[in-house]
């Protein structure tokens, strides 16, 4: 048994040894192509014959543009027919293409047995991803695109291109040759940019034949708008969505859509239905609007209408402005009223009234102002103005009111504005009166006459300056009479002198001859008074001080002043006699003191004569 | 001169002529109309005696009680006005003038200033132009008086207490003639006005076509800042400005 086995074995190996006399070969596949975006593939490379060592040095081509999701994968499978034995080795990739297009895959290389195997390069088509149409439940994909083939909803407009805020008729009709059970609207279009209205939506929906392509259908209509654009652009109306409950057939018939109709217990399938979308293009409103514009388009009528046409303040009118007309009837904004300023004016109370019959949006709105006016008189409201775009005219159109006159009486009710004041005191002081008139006239004067201009007043003004230029001079002599002391001293000096001889006259007078101490005191008086006065006056008029009184010192000065010698010598004489009397009045008679007195006045004339023409 | 003068006795004399009757005797009796309740004949009574060209603060006073009590509120406001410039200090005066003016529609409230501006008004308020003109008149006379005793003051101390008092004194006067010259400069102004029209539209503008400024009524008070033929530029005071016709107001 031993030797047996062996030898088989050997055989076996001898065998797979003569194997290697065939080529080896290195391909790579797909699973399919084209490829959806999004989908899956299986990249196979394929080694056949490479012998029992396998590939080395397996070099992957380029994949950037896949996502490798998963792999690789070996598997190797060796056949044996007819003793030729074949094997192959394959590695797998499973990929997901990043991007759409054509894609190539590079060429994969391999060592097998020594030497280098590569691929050709594969082409790889990725179309736009169609994920599988979600199934519908317990509905097969076959008898899906047979109910699609049968039914759809269609979009209609009776216009693509119109102007802004010109009326759209959009009709969403649907199309059937299948048997629907029951409908309802999933999501309705969406209107962006239009104002939509529905218009004559029936009940019941009455269906009409109509054949496309050589079929006949069953037509409904499931929505009519009436849509109006509010803006310029091209605007797109979305899909409207439609779940509809189609009657099928037992699928075990033959042909189901043969007997649909003779067969009423059929199965009832839920199915999608959607319109395409559609885009509209509107034209922007020409220019050239008129100011009071607010965007009617259409075909309107104005009516205006006052309910009174007199009034008192305070008692409100109302003005109503009445649009008829078709068009946008529902975007229609307040016309403006130019009201007289003393108007009071409140929002208007609009109201309208619309009209959707055959297909054109038409009705009336009414706008109604409420006035108060608030002062009488005849006030004269301007004419409403209210312009719109004609869409048949392709022109503006603006419409206008005659004048409206209103006349206001002065009304009994008070105008609020009077407690308007609202404040506590103000209440209180208007509850009082105003206080009573002047009695007394409080002097009248005559326009524009003034006290300040009057000559009076002037003369009065100047009196006061009169008199203080007066003390001014008067003050101002004063002052240098008193600066000049030596002056005033020589000026006073014969006065006081003349004053001190009659003091001297007086005790002359008084003197008797009686030789007394009585009288000779008396006679000592007088010669003192004479000597006093002279001696006073000299030093007045020669302006010297009484302590530097000296007889001789005096003439000198006397005599500088005058020639006057004999002058000087009765002076002299004079003084000395003075003094002499003073010295021993007892000798002295009334005839001498008489002759003293009368020299002594005869001497202050001459000595003020001389002394002053020098 | 002279013959203004003249002029002037023979126009008196012919008015006094003409209405045997004295401005006095008239104002006596347009006030016995107004106590019985003649308003109409009083208020013709009063512009009578205006018209002759007298006036006094007593007259515009009646007259705008008259006015007031006819429901005229913007002539009494006006004639409020007028006599508040010849005596500002009345209080009847400053109590029936607030009275009228809480019966006007427009509250205006004036913007706050400095608060100096309004001592100086009170001030101004508080003189009327003839007390303002004596009591100037009797300072000047006083600083003169003073100054001439200084002048003839022959005691030092007699002479300083002069100078002092002639110092203080002088200071009033030039104090009282400032605000004489500030009431002349104001009665001579003439640029506030009464709005008469019992409503008014202001425009941005002089021109009827202009743009409306604001609305004012009757009664308020306005001061005239500027005049392009018969428009005139107003100032409320609160601040708005706009142009009125000049027929819409009346100066006081």
């Not at chain 1, 001789?552 to 000395?576: F, H, P, Y």
């Not at chain 2, 508080?126 to 003073?146: D, E, H, M, N, P």
Request: proline share 4%; with cysteine.
């Amino acid at each position: 048994m031993g030797r047996r086995t062996v030898s088989i074995v050997l055989l076996v190996f001898l065998a797979a040894i003569s194997l290697k006399a065939q080529d080896a070969t290195f391909e790579a596949s797909v699973d399919r192509n084209p490829v959806g975006m999004g989908e899956q593939f299986t990249l196979s490379l394929t080694l056949g014959n490479g012998g029992m060592g396998g590939g080395k040095n397996l070099q992957l081509p380029d994949l950037s543009k896949f996502h490798i999701m998963a792999g690789p994968n070996q598997s190797t499978s060796m056949q044996i027919i007819n003793g030729a034995v074949s094997s192959s080795l394959t590695y797998s990739y499973v990929l997901q293409p990043k991007e759409m297009g054509k894609l190539t895959i590079g060429a994969a290389s391999i060592e097998a047995g020594g030497k280098k195997y590569t691929t050709a390069p594969l082409t790889i088509e990725v179309v736009k991803g169609s994920p599988r149409p979600k199934q519908q439940a317990n509905v097969p994909d076959d008898l899906n695109v047979q109910i699609g083939e049968n039914l759809f909803l269609k979009a209609v407009v009776d216009k693509s291109h119109v102007m802004q805020g010109e009326q759209i008729n959009l009709t969403f009709k649907i199309y059937t040759r299948v048997s629907i059970a029951n409908y309802a609207v999933n999501k309705n279009p969406a209107l962006t940019g239009f104002w939509g209205e529905d218009t004559e939506n029936p009940k019941n929906i009455a269906l009409t034949n109509e054949t496309i392509n050589g079929k006949q259908y069953r037509v409904g209509v499931i929505k009519r708008m009436a849509l109006f654009p509010t803006q310029s652009g091209t605007l797109e109306i979305s899909p409207m969505e439609l779940q509809t409950v189609v009657q099928v057939q037992s699928r075990r018939s033959a042909d189901p859509f043969d007997s649909f109709f003779s067969n009423p217990f059929g199965q009832n399938v839920n199915y999608m239905v959607k319109s395409e979308p559609l885009k509209i293009k509107v034209d922007p409103l020409p220019a050239g609007a008129p100011s009071g514009f607010k965007g009617a388009v259409g075909r309107f009528t104005m009516n205006t209408v006052v309910d009174k046409k007199s009034t008192r303040t305070n008692e409100p009118i109302s003005l109503k402005v009445n649009i008829a007309g078709t068009g946008n009837i529902k975007l229609l904004e307040s016309p403006e009223v130019d009201l007289p300023t003393d108007f009071e004016q409140y929002t208007p109370k609009v109201s309208d009234n619309i009209n959707r019959e055959e297909g054109r949006i038409s009705g009336t709105k009414t706008f109604e102002y409420l006035l108060i006016p608030r002062y009488p008189g005849r006030k004269v409201i301007k004419p409403v103005m209210f312009s719109y775009f004609d869409v048949a005219k392709r022109d503006y159109v603006t419409l206008r009111s005659s004048e409206i006159e209103v006349t206001v009486e002065q009304g009994t009710a008070q105008a609020t504005p009077l407690i308007a004041g609202g404040a506590r005191e103000d209440i209180q002081l208007l509850s009082q009166d105003i206080r009573f008139i002047k009695v007394s006239s409080g002097t009248l004067s005559r326009k524009g006459e003034y006290v300040h201009t009057s000559g009076t007043f002037i003369a009065l003004l100047l009196l006061p300056l009169g008199c203080l230029a007066g003390a001014f001079v008067y003050a101002r002599r004063r002052r240098s009479v008193m600066m000049d002391e030596i002056g005033y001293r020589n000026r006073k000096a014969i006065k006081l002198a003349q004053k001190g001889l009659r003091e001297a006259d007086v005790l002359l007078k008084g003197a008797t001859p009686a030789n007394d101490q009585q009288s000779s005191k008396q006679k000592l008086q007088f010669y003192a008074e004479i000597s006093r006065a002279l001696w006073k006056y000299l030093c007045d008029k020669l302006n010297i001080s009484q302590a530097d009184l000296s007889i001789d010192g005096t003439l000198a000065m006397i005599s500088q002043r005058s020639a006057n010698t004999e002058l000087t010598a009765s002076l002299k004489s004079l003084l000395e006699s003075c003094e002499m009397a003073r010295f021993a009045p007892t000798s002295l008679e009334v005839a001498t003191m008489r002759k003293t007195y009368e020299d002594a006045k005869r001497l202050i004339v001459e000595l003020e004569q001389t002394l002053n023409t020098k | 001169m002279n013959q203004n003068l003249i002029i002037a006795a023979l126009l008196l004399y012919g008015s006094m002529l003409a209405y045997s009757q004295t401005p006095d005797q008239a104002f006596d009796h347009a006030n016995q109309l107004y106590q019985q309740g003649k308003l109409a004949d009083a208020r013709d009574a009063y512009e009578v005696i205006l018209n002759n060209g007298y006036q006094s603060g007593a007259l515009y006073y009646n007259l705008g009680n008259v006015y007031y009590k006819s429901g005229n509120i913007a002539k009494a406001v006006l004639n409020y006005e007028r006599a508040r410039q010849l005596v500002p200090d009345d209080d009847d005066l400053l109590h029936n003038l607030q009275l009228a003016n809480l019966m006007i529609t427009d509250k205006v409230e004036p913007t706050p200033r400095l608060f100096i501006l309004d001592y100086w008004d009170g001030i101004m308020d508080a003189f009327s132009l003839k007390r303002i003109t004596w009591l100037a008149y009797f300072l000047f006379l006083a600083f003169v008086g003073f100054h001439t005793a200084a002048i003839l003051s022959r005691s030092y101390q007699g002479r300083r207490l002069s100078i002092l008092c002639g110092a203080v004194s002088g200071l009033l006067f030039i104090s009282a003639g400032f605000i004489f010259v500030g009431k002349m400069s104001t009665s001579n102004r003439h640029d506030t006005a009464i709005v008469m029209a019992s409503i008014t539209t202001l425009k941005n503008s002089p021109d009827s076509k202009s743009s409306d400024a604001f609305v004012l009524h009757s009664g308020v008070k306005v001061q005239i800042t500027d005049s392009v033929n018969d428009w005139i530029k107003i100032r409320l005071a609160d601040g708005k400005v706009g142009w009125m016709e000049r027929t819409a107001a009346e100066i006081i």
